[in-house]
């Protein structure tokens, strides 16, 4: 008898996995070969200030210092370079606008130390292939997260514990507290069932009578190589070029609304190209354009907890555009639960999240 079997080895189901496997819990994740999974194509960008209105990333230094700890503690473990690593990125403004709401932010807003030095209007600090028409400033604490690596390791870590297979609603039940899964291994037997299925969970029909509020969002990215750009900084305005090492440089992300499709388009790549023209005046090839939904929510919040109806089946999701940042956390707070009856965060609490529905 299992402990928690794990529905999505994406980010948050392997990071659960883990950090199960270290309560001495037993386990079993399925997954049908990441084929829906955002973490296979994400960015990997860790940055406390997003958006044009400049926002304060929510709780940023809570779950910050968190994902630092867990994802050190894994890459010495694994005897892998750090999978989360500091990466300084350079903040161009888009128009003077922008610069202005900056300007009269900074004051009020801003914890200090994610602001370092601020630059004008083509100041010769920059690099010649960089626009920057309007100045910006240097963001402090960002990070490049290497989801590929880490998923890779840890699958293979996991060796048969991870089974292939795509799991239908019908292929689960419960009989008398035991949860029961049929895979075409055979049948799984487990204490409980722990859902991390990434954007799919709006499709899922053991959570649909809890009618969660997804506002899921189609990402398009390219990978570019360009022998003139510097790989000292990422380069960000709502769009990121990241470096990745050897004159390649990771270029994210489109956002899309009502295409539920994981399939790169055209509209997308004219898109992407229109954005790093808007960033950088050098020649640049794409070697690499790919697609994926983001889980995100209408409130922009993760959820973590259990089903109000069915006793000791969980979901982790929600994770939206910050997979990397929250996944060490939220992971933990489960475990949290499960070992010592903890109560879930407040803030992200499903049973919150469903609080408007009558659950018979
Ligand atoms: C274009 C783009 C750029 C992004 N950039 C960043 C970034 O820079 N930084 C950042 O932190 N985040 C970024 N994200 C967001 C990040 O990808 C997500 O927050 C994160 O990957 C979500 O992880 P997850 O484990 O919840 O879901 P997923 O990664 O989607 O994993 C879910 C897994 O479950 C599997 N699955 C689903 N249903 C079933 C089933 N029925 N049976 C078996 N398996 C199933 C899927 O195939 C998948 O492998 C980006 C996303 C996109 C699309």
């Known amino acids: 008898m299992l402990d928690c079997i794990i529905i999505g080895a994406g980010i948050s189901g392997m990071v659960s996995a883990r950090t199960m496997i270290e309560a001495g819990m037993k386990i079993a994740v399925i997954d049908n070969s990441w084929r829906s999974s955002a973490s296979r194509v994400a960015a990997g960008l860790v940055n406390p200030i997003t958006g044009k209105r ?33 990466f300084p990125m350079l903040r161009l403004f888009a128009d003077e606008q922008e610069a202005h709401t900056f300007r009269v932010k900074i004051p009020t807003l801003f914890p200090e130390q994610y602001i370092g030095e601020q630059f004008s209007s083509n100041s010769n600090v920059l690099h010649p292939s960089l626009r920057n028409e ?38 689960i039940s419960n009989h008398k507290g035991i949860w029961k899964i049929q895979t075409n291994k055979g049948e799984l037997l487990s204490k409980r069932i722990l859902f991390c299925d990434g954007w799919v ?5 053991w959570l649909a009578d809890l009618k969660l509020q997804f506002d899921i969002v189609k990402g398009e990215l390219c990978i570019i190589r360009s022998s003139e750009l510097p ?53 640049y090839e794409i070697l690499e354009h790919s697609a994926g939904l983001r889980p995100t929510m209408l409130h922009h919040k993760p959820f973590i907890g259990e089903h109000p109806k069915h006793t000791c089946l969980y979901a982790i999701g929600g994770l939206g555009t910050k997979g990397a940042l929250y996944a060490p956390f939220m992971a933990q707070e489960l475990v949290n639960h499960i070992a010592n009856g903890r109560t879930f965060d407040e803030e992200m609490d499903l049973a919150l999240h469903c609080q408007h529905l009558e659950i018979t």
């Open 54 to 86: 400049f926002q304060v990333s929510w709780r940023y230094n809570d779950f910050l210092s968190f994902a630092k700890s867990t994802y050190s503690r894994y890459s010495k473990l694994d005897a892998e370079d750090a999978y989360l690593k500091p």
């Open 134 to 171: 309007f100045g910006g400033y240097r963001t402090l604490e960002t990070y490049t997260f290497d989801y590929n690596r880490i998923l890779h390791v840890s699958a293979s870590l996991l060796g048969e514990t991870l089974i292939p297979f795509h799991v239908e609603s019908g292929h």
């Open 201 to 205: 969970a709006s499709r899922n029909q």
């Open 231 to 283: 790989e000292t900084d990422i380069i960000s305005r709502g769009f990121a070029i990241i470096p990745i090492g050897n004159k390649h440089f990771r270029c994210a992300a489109t956002f899309q609304w009502n295409d539920y499709t994981m399939i790169p388009t055209s509209f997308g790549y004219e898109r992407l190209n229109q954005r790093i023209r808007s960033l950088i005046q050098c020649d």
